[in-house]
C-alpha cells in the first residue's frame, strides 16, 4: 500500500545523503579491511588477527555496525520513522562534538598543513581529519536545524499517529 503521507525534499535529501555515505563508508572500509586480511605473516607464521585479536576484533564489529545502522536509519528517515529522526539528531550531535573538539584541541594541526617539518604520514592523517571536518561539520549543523524544525517533526510525527489506525482497520 503505498504511502499517503508526503515527504519534504530535505528530508529525502538528508536520507539520501546518509545511504550514500554509508555505502561509500563500506566500500572504503571493505576495501581496508580486505588489505589488512591479506598482510603476509610475521616471522612466526601468525596473521595479524592472530596476534592482534581484541584490535581486529574491534576494527571488524565497530564500523561494520556504524555502516549498518547509518543505512538502516537512511531507510527510516525514507519511511519517516520517528526513531530515525532520534538517530539522526544523536548522530548529528556526535559528529558536531567531534568536529568542535578537534577545532578546539588541536586547531594548529587542523587549519595549517606545514609542508616542511612533518612527516608524510602526519601530514596524510591531518589530511583525513580536515577533510572528515568538511564532510562533517556542515552536514551535523544541517541535520541539527533541519531535523529540529516544527515542519519535520510533523512528517515524522504522522507516522507515529497512523500506526495505531493502521493496525485497527487490519483488525476490523
Known sequence: MPN????????????TLVILGSVSALFFWGSFF?????LPPDKLGRHVYQTNTLAFLLLTLVPSTLIALGIQTGIGLFRLRS????AALIWASIALVFCLSVI???PFETFFIPEDFVSDLTSLKQ????????????????WLF?????????????STAEAPERSSSREA
Not at 580486505?34 to 591479506?38: P, Q, Y
Not at 561539520?137 to 544541517?142: A, G, R
Not at 519535520?152 to 504522522?158: G, H, I, K, N, P
Open 4 to 15: 499517503p503521507r508526503s515527504r519534504s525534499a530535505s528530508v529525502t535529501a538528508a536520507a
Open 34 to 38: 580486505l588489505s589488512l586480511l591479506n
Open 104 to 106: 578546539a584541541f588541536r
Open 127 to 142: 589530511l583525513i581529519v580536515v577533510s572528515f571536518l568538511i564532510m562533517l561539520f556542515p552536514v551535523s549543523v544541517w
Open 146 to 158: 533541519l531535523f529540529r524544525t516544527k515542519s519535520v517533526r510533523m512528517q515524522f510525527a504522522e
Open 83 to 86: 526513531w530515525a529522526r532520534s
